[in-house]
Nanobody, 122 residues
């Protein structure tokens, strides 16, 4: 199973580092993604990383402010978020894709963890 952690309350302009840990299964060889869901909104893509860590993708909304990372073929996976904005407030989820791709759509991920809440105050 996957478990996201590291969320919390932070002021606008601050930083947080989210972690995605795994248990009960080997996720180290899978592409991983981060998604978020704000109150009243649909879950959306944030960032994704290949199993090796060598390829990453970001949503435009976080590009330049966030970094997804992992050691090669390893868990945990991290999401470093800087210059946080109130609109970044959401529950953040990590997910794994098992078919070798690095998808950007949430319905292409096979395993999901429980989320961690990020609240950014203005």
């Amino acid at each position: 199973q996957l478990q996201a952690s590291g969320g919390g309350l932070v002021q606008a302009g601050g930083s947080l580092r989210l972690s995605c840990a795994a248990s009960g299964r080997t996720f180290s060889s899978y592409a991983m993604g981060w998604f978020r869901q704000a109150p009243g909104k649909e879950r959306e893509f944030v960032a994704a990383i290949s199993w090796s860590g060598g390829t990453t993708y970001y949503a435009d909304s976080v590009k330049g402010r966030s970094t997804i990372s992992r050691d090669s073929a390893a868990i945990p996976v991290y999401l470093q978020m800087n210059s946080l904005k109130p609109e970044d407030t959401a529950v953040y989820y990590c997910a794994a894709n098992t078919d070798g791709r690095i998808p950007l759509r949430l319905d292409e991920y096979d395993y999901w963890g429980q989320g961690t809440l990020v609240t950014v105050s203005s």
